[in-house]
T-cell receptor
Framework: GAGVSQSPSNKVTEKGKDVELRCDPISGHTALYWYRQSLGQGLEFLIYFQGNSAPDKSGLPSDRFSAERTGGSVSTLTIQRTQQEDSAVYLC??????????????FGPGTRLTVL | AQKITQTQPGMFVQEKEAVTLDCTYDTSDPSYGLFWYKQPSSGEMIFLIYQGSYDQQNATEGRYSLNFQKARKSANLVISASQLGDSAMYFCAMREAAGGYQKVTFGTGTKLQVIP
């Protein structure tokens, strides 16, 4: 079946502009995660959605970052008034909870964001 | 304290040789899961192998095996018969039962280069 898809694959924007990044999870996966990966670094957790529960936004670095998930499927990560330090690869993952600690995340190809 | 520690920023291995990538973790939770992911230069995170804290045997998936030493809190990835396509970043990750399973902590990664 289809994996996690993300769009766009690359986004170049000017400082101060708003950007929207999209994630389409694996069909049937109720959990969705956003991560940020700066050049040569590990993954930084941003936000987590699970079903109809309130999202865990504890990883969002500032109020310029927001995310929503419509209909329990597609998610959009929005960064307002982008800054150069927002330049990174934004990775989305989905999983099918119910397996507890065994729950495995499957990742999309990422969106490479460059803020000039 | 770091929850996941990968002490080898870079490793080299000769093609067809075996290589061990180190991972130590820190948790007081008796129930947890450990994951290894591969990230080639293309950027996508590829799930490789899983080990549960209560699993009696070390996990194996093809050429990948996990050397799980619970008392030492280590979960090293062993790649046998290295291939050129194994050149990539490798990340160790942990999901803990406490807090509702949603948080997965990633290490900083090890860059593996396979030499012909």
């Amino acid at each position: 079946g289809a994996g996690v898809s993300q769009s766009p694959s690359n986004k170049v924007t000017e400082k101060g502009k708003d950007v929207e990044l999209r994630c389409d999870p694996i069909s049937g996966h109720t959990a969705l995660y956003w991560y940020r990966q700066s050049l040569g670094q590990g993954l930084e957790f941003l936000i987590y959605f699970q079903g109809n529960s309130a999202p865990d936004k504890s990883g969002l670095p500032s109020d310029r970052f927001s995310a929503e998930r419509t209909g329990g499927s597609v998610s959009t990560l929005t960064i307002q008034r982008t800054q150069q330090e927002d330049s990174a690869v934004y990775l989305c993952a989905s999983s099918s909870p119910g397996l507890g600690v065994r729950d495995t995340q499957y990742f999309g190809p990422g969106t490479r964001l460059t803020v000039l | 304290a770091q929850k996941i520690t990968q002490t080898q920023p870079g490793m080299f291995v000769q093609e067809k040789e075996a290589v061990t990538l180190d991972c130590t973790y820190d948790t007081s939770d008796p129930s947890y899961g450990l994951f290894w992911y591969k990230q080639p230069s293309s950027g996508e995170m590829i799930f490789l192998i899983y080990q549960g804290s209560y699993d009696q045997q070390n996990a194996t998936e093809g050429r990948y095996s996990l050397n799980f030493q619970k008392a030492r809190k280590s979960a090293n990835l062993v790649i046998s018969a290295s291939q050129l396509g194994d050149s990539a970043m490798y990340f160790c990750a942990m999901r803990e039962a406490a807090g509702g399973y949603q948080k997965v902590t990633f290490g900083t990664g090890t860059k593996l280069q396979v030499i012909p």
